[in-house]
Every structure is written in C-alpha cells, then in structure tokens.
C-alpha cells in the first residue's frame, strides 16, 4: 500500500464527514450566520453600524437600501461634512470614530500633530527590519513590521485601555511609512527596481504622504489627495462583525498586546474574501475589457457576466467579483459614493471611457440576477476601488494595505471599547459529533 499524506489527508475526509443535516440539527451557525443570512449577535458596540435590512413585527427580514454609520452620522451625511476640509477628512474621522464626535479646530488640530509626530520609525528601524527582509507580499511583510514595533515598546504588553489608545495611534502613524517602504523593497530586492525612499514629511496628511512616499517625484495633485482621502473614510470601519475586526476582538480579549491583535486583523483581511477582493476585482474587469473592448454592447456583457458564473472565463471560480455582500443587498452606500465621487478624477486621467464600462457592467449584472436568479444584488465597495487605486498609480501590491491603513482606526476603536465595556475572552462552544453520526 502506497501510504503518504495526501492518501491519509483523503481517508480522513472521507471518515470525518460532517454533513449540512447535522448543523441544521444541532442549531449551529455556519459562518456565525442565521439562516435568513443575517449576522449572529456578537457584542454590543456604539462605533459603526451596518444597515441592509430591516425586520418586521413577524420576524421576517425585509432588505432595505445600505446604509453606514460612523457614530451617530450615516456615511453620505458625513463625507458632506468633511468634504469641507479636504486635507484631512481622514483624520477627523479618526478622532469621531474613536471619541464619538467631531472636534472643533483646537481638539483636531492637536490630534493630528499628534498623529502627524508618530510618522517617524525608531532609528535604525527600516533598514534593519524592512529593506533587509523583504516579503513577496506586502501584507506579511507589515505583519512582520508590527511584532518588531512590539521590540521598541517598553510597555508592549500593558493593555489597558489608556495605553492601547497611545499604541494604537502610533501604529496607525506609522502604517503610511511601513507600507510603502515594505514596497520599495519588495520591488528592489525580489523584483530588481530602483529603490526609491524618501524621507518622511510630518506636514502631510495620510493621504498625501502616501501618495508622495510611493512616487519618484513625490508629486500629486489636490484630486488625487482628495479621492484617496475619501477612501480612506469609506474603509475605516465597518461594524464588530466583519472578520479582521471580530478578529481583533478575539485575539484581544485573551488579554494580550495591541500587536498581536493587529497582526491577526491583518491576517484576516489579506484573505481575497475580506480585503483582498479589491484585487481579484481589479482583475476581473481588465480581464473582461481585454476580451470584449471598451464599446461592447450590453449583449456582449451579459454574455461574459453568463460565462463568469458558468466557471467559463476569469479563475472560472463562479463568481462575479465587486458583487454581493453579506450585509447589504439593494445597495451599498459606500460603492455609491465612490460611483458618484470618481468622475471627476476619471475625468482627469482621461478614462471617463472605462469609468462608463464599469457603471454599464454593474448595471447589467444587477439586471442579470433579477431576470435569471430572480433576486436582487448590489456592487461593493470593492468594485470601484480598484479602479480607482489604479488611476491613482497605486500598484496592485499595495491595494489590501491601503486598506490596513483605513481599518486601524476601527480596530483600535472597537479594542478599546470591548475593554471598557466587556472585558471578558471570547469564547464560543463547538458541538462534537461522534462517528456513527
């Protein structure tokens, strides 16, 4: 017999079956989902909320058009608001989103000199820790940065709510500089490229000391610092429940440092299910306009949105990337202002052309499903952010950590608020099943 780990792997399967009967049976919660699709309650949180339903006095689930909210402002209402202050509407979302309000001018303008004053790494730490030890991927290699910023701490392990705030912070501070810097050697080292560092520039919001780290010029303009801050905002959280922050809160709630927690989230959302879809998205559409052209009909793509979910085109995976979620359903208020904001940037770099193939494709996937699925379906965010980083010249390795650099704050938020308010492990129960089930 030709035993080797494959064949054992294979047995094993074949013994330890578990079938669909018996989660119905026992009552668990594939995936912590109910099942009408709605999400297991996990915590109780006053930072963000996720609308795309609502219940009627029967019970029964009744979707709705999305809706965020950030605090107590829905997410339309408050890229209004920020949008007049167009250097810095990330940072002011950062202070709502981890205080519950908006500050006046005295409160954000110490907050984001504080913010701005952490840009910097410890001495010696880039070299040593980044261009020395490159990664294939970005991701692992911010992970690898984040426990060796544990190193610099000499309180890393005390995780009381005061100092995980002062940690957090500088975290977030730093993820502009790490990200990019772990960029530019990947590219050097692995891929044989210039090395392009520039130095850090603490008078620079978020959003435009990323875009002036990545490029050789260091040069943008006002738009492109505008959309990119906006992105930001729309990324920065997202309830309890999404998976890098349920994360965040189980590794946390075991009592250990801020790193760790961050580490995992980071983890979870390099998954192309979580924050890595942006990319499998970006790459669909190049995919399709590359087969059928700029100018195919509505026929045409209704043909190869067929072939998608028929596993006969892309990764031949069944799915349509950009689309679905597992909250909203009419709608998600994200995608909708990105649609509507990205005009004037695809105006600039002089794709509007693009940017009409890919409003003429979301509607002739939404059409799709309600003529041939009989149900309704919505883009996400990832459908335009892709396109969007791409006519900002942001590189596909860099997609899921702009992304990282979003989230932190919501993270950080939702850390501290299931240590004030909670304070108890994560622990939730498994039903063990015996063979002759």
Known sequence: MNINIENL?????????ISNELYAKYGVKKGLRNEDGTGVLIGLTRIADVVGYEKDEAGNKINTDGKLYYRNYEIKELIDILSKYPDNMYERACFLILFGYLPDEEEFNYF????HNHYFLPDGFMVTNILRQPSINVMNKIQRALLMLYSEDDNADDSIPMNTLYQGLSIIAKL???????????????ENKSLIIHP????????????????????????EARILDMLLVLHADHGSGNNSTFANL????????????????????????????????????KSIISEIGLNASDDIMLDYIDKLLNKEFFDMSGLIYGFGH??????????????TEVSSLAKEKDRLEEYDFYKRFEKNVKEYFVKYKNRQI??????????VYDMLDIPEDLFTPLFVQSRSVGWLAHNIEHKLYCDRIIRPAGKFIKEDE
């Not at 008078?203 to 435009?208: E, F, K, M, N, R």
């Not at 359903?329 to 202002?337: A, H, K, Q, V, Y």
């Open 9 to 17: 792997f294979t047995k094993a399967s074949q013994k330890n079956y």
């Open 112 to 115: 984001k000199e504080y913010l």
């Open 176 to 190: 502009n500089a790490i990200m990019i810097y772990s960029y530019q050697a990947k590219i050097h080292i692995l």
């Open 200 to 223: 850090i520039n603490k008078d620079l919001s978020i959003a435009q000391s990323i875009l002036s780290l990545l490029r050789v010029d260091k040069q943008y303009t006002k738009e």
């Open 250 to 285: 189980v590794v946390s709630s075991s009592g250990t440092d801020i790193y760790s927690s961050f580490v995992a989230s980071i983890g979870s959302l390099k998954g192309p299910r979580h924050g890595g879809a942006n990319i499998m998205c970006r790459n669909m559409m």
């Open 326 to 339: 597992a909250v909203y359903t009419l709608s998600d208020p994200r995608c909708e202002i990105l649609k």
């Open 378 to 387: 919505c883009a996400n965010v990832d459908y335009y952010s892709g396109f």
